[in-house]
């Protein structure tokens, strides 16, 4: 029997355990964590093709239809924009521990087992194979290493350079989170909009949003950048004055950071295979994971079940790379490219957006799910940028913002043609380090962007003072 051990207690990695388990691996999950600290005491909202697709099924009571966002800036007068949803478009609404529990529980009737409370130190690697891992009670060895381990796993943070694995994320990759639930105040009715989203106040990049949800607001404060605990406060303050709904605070804090990125260049190696937040699979504008990480821990399930052999190699693994991207990846490295001009987009340049009309609800619309952006992208986004940029022509900042998204979204295209289904060692690496090197070079030029954003910030403070 095929020994397999999984790095952590991700929801991809437990979707993989489970149907491995039920075709007769041997399946061991090693978490750091106890098993009742699993998830946090939030709920996620996740749209239902994401469980679909994965063969996770959902109790009815779950199942919500999907709310269109209100997108607005804090502390204006101007209109919001307000993002449409078909009546037939479900999301499922579940508390982060609720989730987990739905997933481990088949997990362990069909045999997976789990090791709580092991922490995994680091990889351990024969040659060119990852062979197991080091933990605190021991090392482990096994015929695959699946990392379910997160952002920062010890695993893939610590693989050797050969390997052509992207060991740690970049500045401007993340979001750095708060979330918090505080009661409704008394007496003060809903807002216009419900569920409101907003982008943080120069000089930072990054999100806030107020849920009204029954008798509880639902607070999101989310940078790009490190934010203190007085920044949170400040904005947290802002937030109080456009929604006064917002009274005591109940429960919620600082939370782990959150990918925004396009996906990890390369899943594979031999014996090792990535999956969930280890490998980046989340929606980059907005940072959910699960419905891609189940997903994937289908696809890389079949894949293993597959391999009659049980080599697991890279060569054997490369299927569960190629469907991940065709299926789900390429279209996230394209939202990546738009994701990445967001720190380069000053408050005057926002402000003419929401004033101009040049973003329709009609076009916010036809982003109301995960599957719409990325056709839309994979199909139109070039030229629909291209239509905008004639609307903005007078708006030279917005003009050169868009032209650029569009061109990178050329460059993304030829990337991915580079891309074969069928491996072949020397392409999978030169591929690989062509996606690294053009992601690297627009995330250096969106930091360069971001920092004289900040310090023009900065001066105009400094000058209002004086």
Not at 122 to 135: D, K, N, Q, W
Not at 218 to 239: C, F, G, P, T, Y
Request: contains cysteine; aromatic residues 10%; proline residues 5%.
């Amino acid at each position: 029997m095929k020994k397999i051990i999984i790095a952590g207690a991700g929801h991809g990695g437990l979707v993989a355990a489970k149907l491995l388990a039920q075709a007769g691996f041997d399946v061991t999950v090693y978490e750091k964590k106890a098993r009742e600290d699993l998830g946090y005491d939030q709920y996620d909202s996740v749209h239902l093709d994401g469980f679909e697709k994965a063969g996770v099924p959902v109790p009815e009571k779950y199942r919500v239809h999907r709310t269109g966002l209100a997108f607005r800036l804090p502390g204006s007068d101007l209109p919001a924009l307000r993002q449409g949803v078909k009546d037939d478009t479900f999301n499922v609404e579940i508390d982060r521990r609720a989730l987990y529990d739905w997933l481990l529980t088949p997990a362990a009737q069909m045999g997976v087992h789990f090791e709580f409370g092991c922490e995994i130190l680091s990889p351990i690697v024969l040659g060119s194979r990852v062979a197991g891992f080091e933990t605190d009670r021991g090392p482990v060895y096994a015929d695959l290493v699946i990392d379910a381990a997160g952002i920062y796993s010890p695993i893939r943070s610590q693989l050797p350079e050969s390997l052509g694995i992207q060991n740690m994320p970049r500045k401007y990759e993340l979001l750095h989170p708060y979330r918090a639930y505080f009661a409704r105040t008394p007496g003060v009715p809903d807002p216009e909009n419900v569920y409101s989203v907003m982008p943080l106040p120069s000089p930072f990049c990054g999100i806030m949003w107020a849920i009204m949800k029954g008798d509880e607001v639902d607070v999101l404060i989310a940078s790009m950048e490190e934010i203190s605990d007085r920044q949170i406060e400040e904005k947290l303050e802002l937030l109080k004055k456009d929604f006064p709904q917002i009274g005591e605070f109940k429960r919620g804090g600082r939370l782990p950071d959150i990918p925004t990125r396009q996906p990890l260049s390369m899943l594979v190696a031999d014996g090792y295979a990535a999956i969930g937040d280890a490998a980046f699979m989340t929606v980059p504008l907005k940072g959910s994971g699960v419905g891609h990480s189940m997903r994937a821990g289908k696809m890389l399930a079949e894949t293993v079940i597959a391999d009659k052999n049980g080599f697991y190699t890279r060569e054997t693994l490369w299927s569960y790379q190629a469907k991940f991207f065709d299926d789900i990846g390429f279209g996230s490295a394209l939202m990546a490219v738009l994701g990445n001009e967001m720190p380069c987009i000053d408050a005057e340049s926002l402000e003419y957006v929401f004033s101009s009309g040049i973003v329709s609800s009609e076009m916010l619309e036809q982003f109301g799910s995960e599957a719409g952006i990325t056709k839309i992208l994979m199909t139109t986004g070039v030229s629909q940028l291209t239509d905008m940029t004639k609307k903005i022509v007078g708006h030279m900042s917005l003009r050169r913002t868009l032209l650029r998204g569009a061109r990178n979204i050329g460059r993304c295209k030829l990337v991915e043609r580079g891309f074969k289904n069928k491996y072949d060692a020397r392409m999978a690496l030169r591929w690989a380090e062509s996606y690294d090197r053009f992601f690297a070079s627009i995330r250096t030029f969106s930091a360069g962007q971001a920092e004289k954003i900040r310090t023009a910030v900065a001066d105009s403070a400094i000058a209002e003072e004086e």
